[in-house]
């Protein structure tokens, strides 16, 4: 079993819709959760982070944490096609005294205009 | 405030030939991070430095790839001899190592061809 899993899509959705993206996550331990956007081309730059169950909310962006089932998602309101873009999942935890950040396969996210 | 320095930006090598990637974190950034990132998948830990010190190169082809963190600001990623299957984007990230939840800062990455 993968320590960090995401479906790898491409995820389709139209302009202005909404697009949820899912992670789930093997290790109970894991204490913090982030969502990295990956343009083509391009490193890996952090959009959403959150730590606690339930929801965080920025701007279009929400995060959603669910630990009972080891579940993150990333909700994107009103879909640009500048959202394109490969959406990484990220699980920190803190392992032998430092931070392990782990990191999902991306889910390629296209939004048709 | 700068952000994490890599270079350089492309290399193109042949298989067996030996290659190194620099990178210089941000200032301040006590942890520093070496991925390799194959087209099409995430980021792969290969080492990370807190300080000098090395607290994760559980990932590293140790036979090949070799890394250094010089007075625990810039750091160096050698590998010798190169494989085929060792083609891929070479990232390095930085973070202040404060506690949970430390965000990530990447360099624009090395993208390494083996011919």
């Known amino acids: 079993q993968k320590e960090v899993e995401q479906n790898s899509g491409p995820l389709s959705v139209p302009e202005g819709a909404i697009a949820s993206l899912n992670c789930t996550y093997s290790d109970r331990g894991s204490q913090s959760f982030f969502w990295y956007r990956q343009y083509s081309g391009k490193s890996p730059e952090l959009i959403m982070f959150?730590?606690?169950?339930g929801d965080k909310e920025d701007g279009r962006f929400t995060a959603q944490l669910n630990k009972a089932s080891q579940y993150v998602s990333l909700l994107i309101r009103d879909s640009q096609p500048s959202d394109s873009a490969t959406y990484l999942c990220a699980v920190n935890k803190n392992s032998g005294g430092y931070q392990k950040v782990t990191f999902g396969t991306g889910t390629k996210l296209q939004v048709i205009p | 405030e700068a952000g994490v320095a890599q270079s350089p930006r492309y290399k193109i090598i042949e298989k067996r030939q030996s290659v190194a990637f620099w990178c210089n974190p941000i200032s301040g950034h006590a942890t520093l991070y070496w991925y390799q990132q194959i087209l099409g998948q995430g980021p792969k830990l290969l080492i990370q430095?807190?300080?000098?010190?090395?607290?994760?190169d559980s990932q590293l082809p140790k036979d090949r790839f070799s890394a250094e963190r010089l007075k625990g600001v810039d750091s160096t990623l050698k590998i010798q001899p190169a494989k085929l299957e060792d083609s891929a984007v070479y990232l390095c990230?930085?973070?202040?190592?404060?506690?949970?939840?430390?965000?990530?800062?990447f360099g624009s990455g090395t993208q390494l061809s083996v011919l």
């Open positions: 959150i730590y606690s169950n």
């Open positions: 990230a930085s973070s202040l190592a404060r506690g949970v939840g430390e965000k990530l800062f």
């Open positions: 430095f807190q300080n000098n010190g090395v607290v994760d």
